[in-house]
Antibody, heavy 116, light 106 residues
Framework: QVQLQESGPGQVKPSETLSLTCTVS????????WSWIRQPPGKGLEWIGY???????RYNPSVESRVTILLDTSKKQISLKLASVTAADTAVYYC??????????WGQGTHVTVSS | DIQMTQSPSSLSASIGDRVTITCRAS??????LNWYQQKPGKPPKLLIY???ALRSEVPSRFVGSGSGTDFTLTISGLQPDDFAIYYC????????FGQGTKVEIK
């Protein structure tokens, strides 16, 4: 059973970089896509991007110029960096395992507020 | 991007009712359509993948159907545990979600 746990600061100042980490346990990280998804308060789900264990990435065009997703296979960690944040980036951020059959395993999510 | 549109945005139903949620894609996604259930403060839970395949732990009262651009999620015999928000999501291209359908108690 795959388990995912997000971690990182709960508050980030405007114009700074949001940095989160997702730690995977219970299964191999290889051969799968690992994704970040966010949900602003009271709103729906927005896919941010994913990385395959081989290192290929794909990002949502809405954030592509600001986002980087990296994978550390030795630590079984997926990181998210989102630059130049604004209040619109305030959300619960989830990491999830993904393939064409959907996002089948999710972390519990971490809430990030962008505020000075 | 493929846009996903769900209807209705919300509905009220009683225990035992049959409810149907519709999801429409802006272009064909074949059968690469998944459904999720989300409860307050929790991550979404994958219920149905490939339009109609039920995940093993999901009750059989959840039924997905459709292909191409039009899909439905039907819950037969609504149970107290089913009051939640439901999202569709296409995995044909870069993932996109519908805006969600809130199922409330009448």
């Amino acid at each position: 059973q795959v388990q995912l746990q997000e971690s990182g600061p709960g508050q980030v100042k405007p114009s700074e970089t949001l940095s989160l980490t997702c730690t995977v346990s219970g299964d191999s990280i290889s051969g799968f896509y690992w994704s970040w998804i966010r949900q602003p308060p009271g709103k729906g789900l927005e896919w941010i991007g994913y990385i395959h264990s081989r290192g290929t990435t794909r990002y949502n065009p809405s954030v592509e110029s600001r986002v980087t997703i990296l994978l550390d296979t030795s630590k079984k960690q997926i990181s998210l960096k989102l630059a130049s944040v604004t209040a619109a980036d305030t959300a619960v951020y989830y990491c999830a395992k993904y393939d064409n059959s959907g996002f089948d395993y999710w972390g519990q999510g971490t809430h990030v507020t962008v505020s000075s | 991007d493929i846009q996903m549109t769900q209807s209705p945005s919300s509905l009220s139903a009683s225990i035992g009712d049959r409810v149907t949620i519709t999801c429409r894609a802006s272009r064909s996604v074949s059968n690469y359509l998944n459904w999720y259930q989300q409860k307050p403060g929790k991550p979404p839970k994958l219920l149905i993948y490939a339009a109609s395949a039920l995940r093993s732990e999901v009750p059989s009262r959840f039924v997905g159907s459709g292909s191409g651009t039009d899909f439905t999620l039907t819950i037969s015999g609504l149970q107290p545990d089913d009051f939640a928000i439901y999202y569709c999501q296409q995995s044909y291209s870069s993932p996109t979600f519908g805006q969600g359908t809130k199922v409330e108690i009448k």
